[in-house]
């Protein structure tokens, strides 16, 4: 039987957290800037929850000490309000305050007390505009897709809805899945991105500082990167965090200026 609490809650707002959630919120702004109008597509196969309760938050205060030169301020005013009360907003959370009101959310909860979770927070404060799919498994993001594209519709709350496609952004957090869900993810990426059409792929990747180092996989041919990485050992833990970030061509460039502005290494 799956246990009611999840292992994630204890590292909510950890340095992971804030290298990744600072860049998710650089990078979503400038994918809603170019696609002003027509829906972006966030892809999160291990969504956790919209907010949780901060695990320690002088820990996640003093972080923006060790990256007082770079370009934070973003993240810092959207997240503060949160942490004032003991919360913190999560990868979705960022993904829904940033993202015009038709964005699709496209998301998996493995743990089943977390999911729920996730499930009642998004129909709490759900915009009408918003599409939302949140699915028990990464792997089953693929098959619904792969499936439903035979037919380019789906069907949603017994509304027929064209097959989306655009723009896209897609944060793959633990990079430490199988081949099958990677590639699966990226499959579920192809079909959902308009290659006309910018997309991002942010990945994460922790691990104890005692272990080896790892190799970034590869991704999709109309895909550049990693095209920019960072590595930072935490302070308060044995824990070291790797992140990396794909983008197509058509805004590669813009991607490694904002990240570079973060302390990022390209």
């Not at 907003?89 to 998996?108: F, Q």
């Not at 990464?138 to 037919?151: L, R």
Request: hydrophobic letters at 40%; a neutral charge; aromatic letters at 14%.
């Amino acid at each position: 039987m799956q246990k009611q609490t999840n292992p994630q809650d204890k590292n909510v707002g950890n340095l992971g957290d804030f290298i990744k959630h600072a860049a998710l919120v650089k990078l979503l702004k400038i994918l809603a800037e170019i696609e002003a109008e027509k829906p972006i597509i966030y892809l999160d196969p291990f969504a956790y929850k919209i907010r949780a309760k901060i695990a320690d938050a002088e820990n996640w205060q003093s972080f923006f000490e060790d990256f007082k030169q770079k370009d934070y301020k973003d993240y810092k005013a959207l997240e503060t309000s949160y942490v004032k009360q003991g919360q913190y907003l999560c990868s979705p959370g960022i993904a829904r305050a940033i993202l015009p009101d038709n964005r699709i959310l496209i998301l998996a909860e493995k743990h089943k007390a977390t999911r729920e979770k996730l499930l009642e927070q998004i129909a709490y404060d759900k915009p009408s505009y918003e599409t939302s799919f949140v699915f028990d498994d990464a792997f089953k993001i693929k098959i619904f897709f792969e499936t439903t594209a035979k037919t380019k519709m789906f069907w949603l709350n017994a509304n027929e809805i064209v097959f989306p496609q655009g723009a896209v952004f897609a944060l793959i957090d633990d990079f430490t899945l199988s081949s099958d869900t990677w590639h699966g993810s990226l499959a579920a990426i192809n079909l959902l991105h308009d290659t006309s059409k910018p997309a991002i792929i942010e990945t994460f990747h922790a691990q104890k500082k005692s272990e080896s180092s790892f190799k970034w996989r590869e991704s999709l041919d109309n895909f550049a990167g990693p095209i920019a990485t960072i590595r930072r050992g935490d302070p308060f833990s044995h824990y070291e965090y790797f992140l990396a970030v794909y983008a197509t061509n058509n805004i590669a460039e813009r991607v490694r200026a904002i990240l570079k502005n973060l302390g990022w290494q390209m």
